[in-house]
């Protein structure tokens, strides 16, 4: 089983509608990550969380929240989807730089959301 | 200002030859860490390599070698043999100790042709 999963892996929706992606993950990090991918502009983060209490905006935020409803879970929720909002979304974890590890992130699966 | 830039949206290698994919960088912080990630078609984000801003060695593994030039603020991911399966999306990211969190490039692809 994969250690950051997410859900669903892919999801086909109008505008307007209310979507809500899904993160978990079992490797027991405090640090949580949404990043969009979109062809020509890489991965750009949206939201990062570096423990439950804990919630921060990226880059590209407007449009999107976020729940961190436990150390393992992080929701990403787009109240009312719109066509540009069609990319691919991953979660991802990491723990913090340290000498002894360098904060890489690991990455979910990658969940393709198409608005119509 | 782009922090990462990744310069050639695309490359082709001959099998079992080298490969340099350019990075360069901007930064201010004096700590900060850089990343390479490679993402096949079927779209996982698998970490390569990392290099550390004081780190006073090129980072390696196995086939992978990063060319850390500080004062020109480039890191370039070097492939060395290269096979068909490096054919992938390569992302160059940059952690600043300051904002403790990546950012990426714009990727590079690379097709290794036979």
């Known amino acids: 089983d994969a250690d950051v999963t997410q859900t669903p892996r892919n999801r086909i929706t109008k505008t307007g509608k209310r979507i809500m992606l899904e993160c978990s993950q079992t490797?027991?990090?405090?640090?949580m990550y949404w990043y969009r991918q979109d062809p020509g502009l890489g991965l750009r983060l949206i939201y990062y969380?570096?423990?439950?209490?804990?919630?921060n905006k990226g880059e590209i935020s407007d449009g999107y929240s976020v729940s961190r409803q436990a150390q393992a879970k992080f929701s990403l929720s787009l109240e009312s989807a719109i066509p540009n909002q069609t990319a691919l979304y991953f979660c991802?974890?990491?723990?913090?730089?340290?000498?002894?590890?360098?904060?890489?992130?690991?990455f979910g699966e990658g969940s393709r959301l198409t608005v119509l | 200002a782009q922090k990462i830039t990744q310069t050639q949206p695309g490359m082709f290698v001959q099998e079992k030859e080298a490969v340099t994919l350019d990075c360069t960088y901007d930064?201010?912080?004096?700590?900060?860490?850089l990343f390479w990630y490679k993402q096949p078609s079927s779209g996982e984000m698998i970490f390569l390599i990392y290099?550390?801003?004081?780190?006073?060695q090129n980072a390696t593994e196995g086939r992978y070698s990063l060319n850390f030039q500080k004062a020109r603020k480039s890191a370039n991911l070097v492939i060395s043999a290269s096979q068909l399966g490096d054919s992938a999306m390569y992302f160059c990211?940059?952690?600043?100790?300051?904002?403790?969190?990546?950012?990426f490039g714009a990727g590079t692809i690379l097709r290794v042709k036979s």
């Open positions: 990211a940059m952690r600043e100790a300051e904002e403790d969190k990546l950012v």
């Open positions: 490797k027991g990090h405090d640090r």
């Open positions: 969380s570096f423990d439950v209490k804990d919630i």
């Open positions: 991802a974890t990491s723990v913090s730089h340290t000498t002894r590890a360098t904060g890489e992130l690991f």
């Open positions: 930064t201010s912080d004096p700590s900060y860490g």
């Open positions: 290099q550390g801003s004081y780190d006073q």
